[in-house]
């Protein structure tokens, strides 16, 4: 008789359980706000009313409890960039997306430096948030260049770790609040294909 080959279903969590974990995540999330994400773990587990190791047994390491804080964010993404890919005006409607995720990037201060890591390593708890962006974008991307109003060389690796990166400089630039949209700005005007028969100078993001 051959042995079954089906997962085995995870098991619900016990109604004590789910009270930690819940707390866990509510502290979470209001001392990555306040601190950012390199915030006490320890301050986290203290404020939720339960130990370290209680908290470890729900979230492995500090990147599996970012990932957990990030999926209310990360499900607002995804269905921004599902209402946007029927927009008229589709280069518009790619960098509006990727404006939103400079928006929620930017409630955590660290977590720009931890999406831009997790990009390159297929390790980290934070690639569950990372790849479901990434296939978001693509499309998005791809009916951009379909329009022919995108560069064909643009690939969306490299408008995500843009995008992380220009989170980032917002994030350590707080006296300048303008300057995360000045730089998408910069960014759209990379993006855009010339006309044909153009010869324009290189730009930033045309290469050598």
């Known amino acids: 008789m051959a042995m079954s080959t089906a997962p085995t279903p995870a098991r619900p969590m016990r109604a004590d359980a789910r009270r930690n974990y819940d707390r866990l995540l509510s502290e979470a999330r209001t001392s990555f706000a306040a601190q950012g994400t390199d915030a006490s773990l320890e301050d986290v587990a ?30 607002a993404l995804l269905a921004r960039s599902r209402e946007l890919a029927e927009a008229d005006q589709p280069c518009s409607a790619l960098v509006e997306w990727l404006g939103a995720i400079v928006t929620h990037a930017g409630e955590y201060r660290g977590l720009a430096q931890a999406l831009m890591s997790a990009s390159g390593d297929e390790t980290s708890a934070l690639t569950s948030c990372h790849v479901p962006l990434r296939q978001a974008g693509a499309r998005l991307l791809t009916r951009a260049q379909s329009s022919g109003a995108v560069r064909a060389d643009v690939s969306i690796d490299d ?39 153009h010869d324009a100078a290189p730009g930033p993001a045309d290469g050598d």
């Open 46 to 75: 203290r404020r939720a009313g339960v130990g370290i190791g209680t908290l470890y047994r729900h979230f492995p390491n500090r990147q599996a409890l970012m990932n957990a804080v990030f999926q209310e964010a990360l499900t």
């Open 159 to 197: 408008l995500l770790q843009l995008t992380n990166a220009i989170a980032l400089a917002a994030e350590q630039t707080p006296a300048d609040p303008a300057l995360a949209d000045r730089l998408l700005r910069l960014t759209l005007q990379g993006l855009k294909a010339h006309p044909v028969g």
